[in-house]
């Protein structure tokens, strides 16, 4: 898969590898639908309070999402600090191994965070698209103005997406001060991998933030425009008068 390519939410550029991932981890709430508790009970909208005055019913976070979210993450940490007792990496073909899967892991974490959980989990989806010019052009998604984002669900999507490139940034120092650069090529592409979903979800945040206030100050002035011409339509009866 190229980077400069859309792909659907719900494509799948590895195969089988992870099919269904992005059906699997769908949330009950549509962006469309009205917002209901993860309970059951009868479908109450966020921001209204339930009958005789019960407090309203907010979505239960997302968790099959939080930990595909995190999941190829930890996995290719583990694997990376951990190679020396899964792998023999005294030998040429204990790194290759590691570096193989670690690399794996993290294009599957790459497209997952990419097409799936930010989607999901805080309404935001981002994409690079690159014209019959060979020039590219960053495209955004946001959803926040027309579905609930849970609290959860946001803390655990923007600490994962800043702290795994610190760490793979910390174990790129460490292999240097070790004057390990074959672990270090390995520690820049995992980096490069979740650097680049960080640099997207943060210009897509951005943008949604600026359509947000593009919005608010449009139905701000609309409602000024209309208070002023009524209070010119009540000044006008009142001289007829």
């Not at 999941?71 to 290719?76: R, S, T």
């Not at 019959?132 to 926040?144: L, M, T």
């Not at 946001?154 to 795994?164: D, E, H, P, R, Y």
């Not at 943008?207 to 209309?226: I, P, Q």
């Amino acid at each position: 898969m190229r980077d400069g390519e859309y792909v659907p939410p719900g494509a799948n550029p590895f195969g089988g590898a992870i099919g269904g991932l992005a059906a699997a981890l769908e949330p009950v709430n549509d962006a469309s639908a009205p917002l209901t508790g993860g309970g059951g009970g009868s479908a109450v909208p966020v921001g209204a309070g339930g009958p005789e005055g019960s407090p309203m019913h907010l979505p239960a976070t997302q968790s099959k999402v939080m930990l595909f979210h995190v999941l190829f993450k930890a996995i290719a940490l583990v694997i990376y600090l951990l190679s020396g007792m899964i792998f023999n990496t005294n030998e040429g073909g204990g790194y290759v191994m590691t570096f193989v899967i670690v690399t794996i892991l993290s294009a599957l974490d790459f497209w997952t965070v990419k097409n799936v959980s930010g989607r999901l989990l805080v309404g935001l989806r981002w994409w690079n698209r690159v014209d019959d010019k060979g020039e590219s052009h960053w495209q955004f998604e946001s959803f926040e103005d027309r579905r609930f984002v849970h609290p959860t669900d946001s803390n655990v999507f923007w600490m994962t997406l800043f702290g795994a490139p610190l760490v793979w940034a910390l174990l790129g120092i460490g292999a240097v001060i070790t004057l390990h650069f074959m672990w270090l090529l390995l520690c820049l592409v995992a980096l490069g991998l979740c650097g680049i979903n960080l640099y997207g979800y943060i210009r897509c945040k951005k943008d949604a933030r600026t359509k947000l206030t593009a919005l608010g100050g449009t139905v701000l002035s609309r409602g000024m425009e209309m208070w002023s011409g009524a209070n010119a339509r009540a000044r006008g009866q009142q001289g007829g008068l």
